[in-house]
């Protein structure tokens, strides 16, 4: 078993009771593994929100290397995997590692967060940089504009929460001003957050990597 770095948050997540080593999030998951294993079915996780991701992916990295100056960044294809963890980074440059986050709309943003907002991408990037022999990464949020096919969902789907018979103009200002940004400045709408790898950190992945191993293959003898 071997886990997709954009997952080892669910992983690393922290059990309530004292004393537990594996979360509910993290046995959650495993559950869902191993029933792929076992028998091939397969949670699909798809919504709205990752639909916007991969299709303005590459207009972020545009901007975010814009803003960021960075040298000639291409989204990168290779994959890469080790005995515990497996994965795809969206840039690999020289000495660091970036991945791009494209925040779903304005009230997503981290406009004033001075750390990390999510810490399941300190864990992601972590694999990231330990897979590629990188020593730190920035996880970068770039508001850009929704496609408009998903912005018309979006007006439907408030005008309908409205009651309203037909779709208003407030109702549609109100959707579009969360969604289109061309009038805020490219360099407030990029904010990056440095990671760097420590060995302490790599040997937390493996301790909890191996408690995870031994619950999925009780779980796979079960099934």
């Not at 000495?95 to 009230?107: A, F, L, M, V, Y």
């Not at 789907?157 to 779709?167: A, C, G, H, L, Q």
């Not at 579009?176 to 990056?192: G, L, P, T, Y």
């Amino acid at each position: 078993m071997k886990i997709r770095c954009s997952s080892l948050g669910k992983i690393m997540t922290s059990p309530k009771s004292k004393g537990g080593v594996l979360s509910q999030t993290t046995k959650t998951y495993l559950k869902e593994l191993a029933i792929e294993e076992k028998f091939g079915i397969k949670k699909e996780f798809s919504s709205r929100y990752t639909d916007k991701g991969n299709i303005q992916e590459d207009t972020a990295i545009e901007m975010a290397s814009k803003v960021l100056n960075l040298p000639f960044a291409l989204k990168n294809t290779d994959y890469f995997e080790n005995e515990f963890i497996k994965g795809t980074p969206d840039l690999i440059l020289e000495d660091e590692i970036i991945d791009i986050k494209c925040s779903w709309d304005g009230t997503t943003f981290p406009w004033f967060e001075d750390e990390l907002p999510n810490k399941d991408y300190f864990w992601q990037l972590v694999g990231y940089c330990w897979l590629t022999g990188r020593s730190k990464a920035r996880v970068v949020y770039c508001l850009v504009d929704t496609p408009e096919d998903i912005v018309q969902d979006e007006i439907r789907r408030t005008s309908w929460k409205k009651f309203e018979i037909d779709v208003t103009e407030e109702t549609e200002n109100e959707v579009r001003a969360k969604h289109e940004f061309s009038h805020i400045s490219e360099n407030k709408r990029v904010r990056a957050y440095l990671i760097e790898l420590t060995d302490e950190d790599i040997d937390k992945v493996k301790e909890k990597l191996s408690h995870a191993r031994e619950y999925y293959n009780e779980l796979i003898d079960r099934l």
